[in-house]
Every structure is written in C-alpha cells, then in structure tokens.
C-alpha cells in the first residue's frame, strides 16, 4: 500500500527565517509526486509536479526538490503570505494513477 | 473563468436524509474526482470518472453514488446521510491523464446530525 508521510505536521517561522517541508513517501513504482498549497476554506492549489529523482521547480520563494525516497519544498525568505498548508501527493502504479495525498504541513509565518 | 464551482458551499442535514453535491467545471477536462478531507486523515478519493457516462469507486466509496451524465458535471450522492459522513468536500478536474495536475473547487462544507 502506498505511503505518503509529511513533517513537520505544522511550522512556525518569522518573516524572513527559510526553512524546508518534508515529503516522504513509500510506493511501488512512483510515476509522479505533487505539491498543492491550501489556504483556509479553499481548495488546493496547484505548485509543481516532479517525475523523477534529481528533478527541481522553483516558483517565486519555493523550491520543490525529489529524491527516490522523499521530496523537500523549501520555503526562502518567506513572507506571511505564504502562510497556508502544503500538500504533497504521489501518484503510483498501484493506485490506477489516481492521487495519494499526505496529512500536510500548515506553515505559519509571523511578521 | 470559473474552473472547478461547487454547489452548495455549506450543507446541515439530518441522519437519515439524502442530499447531492453538484461540481460543474468549463476547462473541458476529461477526469473528475470527488474527495473528502478529515482532520489528520488528508484527502482521500471517494469516486472518479475518466469521461463522461463512467464511473469508478476511490479509496472510500462506501455510502456515496455519483453520476456524470455530461462531461462538465460530476454528481455525488448521499443515499442515507450518517454523522460519519461528515466532513470536508473537494472536487477535482483534469485533463487527461490521472498524474496531471488536478484542479480543485473550494469546497462544500456538509455536517451530518
């Protein structure tokens, strides 16, 4: 059965202090893993998809990194607007191609 | 453009009733899919479709039907409303594909009593 596990399950940071969200997954034959961002009382968001190990996105402070293990998001000189949680997801062989999400991270930043 | 709009955003009911949640989206995607989100269990994919007239069950399809008789709408019914079905609604669209990336609605907030 695949396993998607995120740590910390929530972070505090002051404005400007960086630092990384974890995503670590156990699956059988990882087709894809995906980074969503989630603000209250909305939807998830859309950040990046990484296919294979090495693989790196950046948008604006993000920076989303693979591994064959787990995935970082790192989060630089953050502002409170990135306050929200962050979701990670794979999709697997196992799953039909379907979604498996982790529990995610909610990120505060304080000014 | 809307994307992905559900109706309705917010819903109380009584155990035992039946209810529908409508998810309509105008990016003329192929797949939708219904999930529930529960504090500390994360999303989970209660039922999807690949295509207007199919169907098939997710991780939790137990209590739930749905029902996509147009490309653009994507029904989920609640045959018999219990408090444990309470929770958090999203429903997704993409384009093809299950591992592109899907496009989520805000929600529908539904109580069970």
């Known amino acids: 059965e695949d396993q998607v596990t995120q740590s910390p399950e929530a972070l505090r940071l002051q404005e400007g202090e960086s630092s990384s969200l974890n995503c670590s997954y156990t699956v059988s034959g990882l087709r894809g893993l995906f980074w969503y961002r989630q603000d209250p009382g909305k939807g998830p968001e859309f950040l990046f998809t990484?296919?294979?190990a090495g693989e790196e996105k950046e948008k604006e402070r993000l920076k989303a990194t693979l591994t064959k293990k787990e995935s970082f998001l790192h989060i630089t000189a953050p502002k409170p607007e990135d306050s929200a949680t962050y979701l990670c997801a794979v999709v697997t062989n196992n799953a039909g191609n379907m979604l498996t999400f982790g529990g995610g991270t909610r990120l505060m930043v304080k000014p | 453009n809307a994307g992905v709009t559900q109706t309705p955003k917010f819903r109380v009911l009584k155990t035992g009733q039946s209810m529908t949640l409508l998810c309509a989206q105008d990016m003329n995607h192929e797949y939708m899919y219904w999930y529930r989100q529960d504090p500390g269990m994360g999303l989970r994919l209660i039922h999807y479709s690949v295509g207007e007239g199919t169907t098939a069950k997710g991780e939790v399809p137990d209590g739930y039907n749905v029902s996509r008789l147009k490309k653009q709408n994507f029904l989920l019914g609640l045959e018999s409303a219990a408090p444990s079905q309470t929770s958090v609604y999203f429903c997704a669209s993409s384009l093809r594909q299950g591992w592109q990336p899907q496009h989520f609605g805000d929600g529908t907030r539904l109580s069970i009593l």
């Open positions: 990484l296919y294979s």
